[in-house]
């Protein structure tokens, strides 16, 4: 395929930042790769192991290089697609975090392998599981399973250590099928704002984890699980063989608002941002950009405005535009203006390219290759 800038493509390598067009997905690689070298820093110092959310980034070339530089043993997914776009770029080591039950998904799912990648996925089900070995064994393949637990998210899993040993056990007995552990990831702990009451969360967490492992009786058994908002305290316990993290490497404004109070801390640095242009300031008191909600999302809350002039503030937002205040006019016409978007995961999913800049020069364009692979 042939690229042309502006048409199918924001960038080219050597221009200039101010020349990208807009609207953007912009990387800046010093700090990008500042927080991967951290991550990687931290996991070696707890001795678990890394296994970042692709599902973030949805880009080969990043998981890629989490491999090479950052300390990554395998990535998570979310979804059957997903993973396939990831194996297909050669990651050979993929936990889809969800439970895969549809015929045809299982059908897809068990025919990875034959792509020379490990991959597997959670269950909290036994028909599910059956299903599971019954496509693993007429593809010939094998599958790695890890039995979700409801540790506080109350989304998938199961919270009776009796169903969770019921369901290890059957799963030991499938011939294709490779019990390896615990999912134990809870969501609602890692947007707990205030960092202590986020400690206390996660300390009760892991109480939970801690005591279901001593009702299983099983010994030496895997824990998967963490995220960006608590993984320093989820490890404190002890309990998690590897961490889950995804946004430490990009960050957003939420995860940036996060209170962090205690000397311990890892700071992650925003990476990731919005390139935007004004094109309109026919009123004194704001300024239109070109990125609105279909260039971000606004879940979380609406970007923040990453200027010299700590005034600016991005208050409203439709399809195509955002309105930006202007007070002081400050903005003029063309002017570019960098956001941190509120969430990354799907703001990420909204774009076909990463603009990655060195010292206001694109020095490369990634693709988002599993950019709205969500079957």
């Known amino acids: 395929m042939n690229y042309e800038v502006g048409f199918n493509i924001p960038a080219e ?3 200039s930042l101010g020349d990208v067009q807009t609207p953007a997905l912009i990387i800046d ?17 707890k001795q678990v192991f890394l296994r970042p959310h692709a599902k973030m980034h949805k880009s080969p070339k990043i998981a890629e290089m989490q491999h090479k530089f950052g300390g990554a043993r395998g990535i998570c997914c979310q979804k ?8 297909r770029f050669g990651i050979k080591n993929i936990l889809i975090t969800n439970q895969v039950t549809n015929h045809f998904k299982i059908d897809r799912l068990t025919k990875i392998p034959n792509l020379g990648c490990k991959v597997g996925c959670c269950v909290d089900n036994m028909q599910n599981v059956i299903e599971l070995q019954k496509y693993s064994k007429k593809n010939n393949t094998y599958l790695d ?9 109350n989304r998938c899993g199961l919270k009776s250590s009796i169903e969770i040993r019921e369901l290890i056990n059957f799963i030991k007995k499938c011939e294709n099928l490779n019990f390896i552990g615990l999912q134990a990831y809870n ?61 430490y490497l990009f960050m957003d404004g939420h995860y940036s608002s996060l209170s962090n109070k ?47 002039n700590k005034k600016l503030s991005y208050i409203k937002c439709s399809d195509e ?9 400050h903005l003029k016409i063309n002017d570019k203006v960098l956001l941190v978007p509120g969430h990354c995961d799907p703001t990420c999913n909204l774009h076909d390219w990463y603009v990655i800049i060195k010292n206001n020069l694109v020095i490369d364009v990634w693709p988002i290759s599993a950019r709205g692979y969500s079957y």
């Open 29 to 45: 690689y010093d700090i990008f790769f500042e927080n991967m070298l951290k991550m990687k820093n931290f996991v070696k110092s």
């Open 262 to 308: 205690i000397d311990r801390d890892i700071i992650f640095k925003n990476s990731l941002f919005i390139l935007t242009s004004v094109m309109s300031t026919r009123k004194d008191d704001f300024a239109v950009v070109d990125a609105g909600l279909k260039s971000m999302s606004v879940d979380s809350g609406l970007p923040n405005v990453f200027h010299e």
């Open 321 to 329: 535009h955002g309105i930006i205040t202007n007070g002081d006019n």
């Open 80 to 87: 059957v697609s997903e993973a396939e776009v990831f194996a």
């Open 145 to 153: 399973i890890y039995v979700e637990f409801d540790c506080g998210a």
């Open 13 to 15: 390598k050597g221009m």
């Open 187 to 247: 969501g609602s702990n890692q947007h707990i704002l205030d960092s202590s009451s986020r400690n206390i969360a996660v300390r009760e967490t892991n109480k939970l984890i801690k005591n279901l492992i001593s009702e299983l009786k099983i010994k030496g058994i895997y824990i998967s699980g963490g995220g960006t908002g608590c993984f320093q305290y989820e490890v404190e316990g002890g309990l998690y063989n590897e961490i889950q993290v995804g946004s």
